[in-house]
């Protein structure tokens, strides 16, 4: 599947790969069953739709660091 890969597997935490400005780009399988999501659903969106809304200025203002 696009976007998803292995090496973050054997380990049991959330792995994602994300761009500069933002967009996941990959996510380890055991991110995608902890978080809810398919790879068609995140992968291609902005890394904020996976953190708590009250988190996502705090969030967007790190990437722009």
Not at 6 to 16: C, K, N, P, W
Not at 50 to 55: E, K, L
Request: no cysteine; glycine share 10%; net charge negative.
């Amino acid at each position: 599947v696009p976007g998803v890969f292995t090496a973050g597997d054997m380990q049991r935490g959330q792995s994602l790969i994300v761009s500069p400005r933002g967009e996941v780009l990959a996510v380890n399988r055991y991110g995608l069953e902890h978080l809810g999501y398919d790879a068609e659903e995140l992968v291609g969106q902005s890394v904020l739709k996976v953190f708590h809304p009250d988190d996502r200025t705090d969030v967007a203002a790190n990437l722009k660091r």
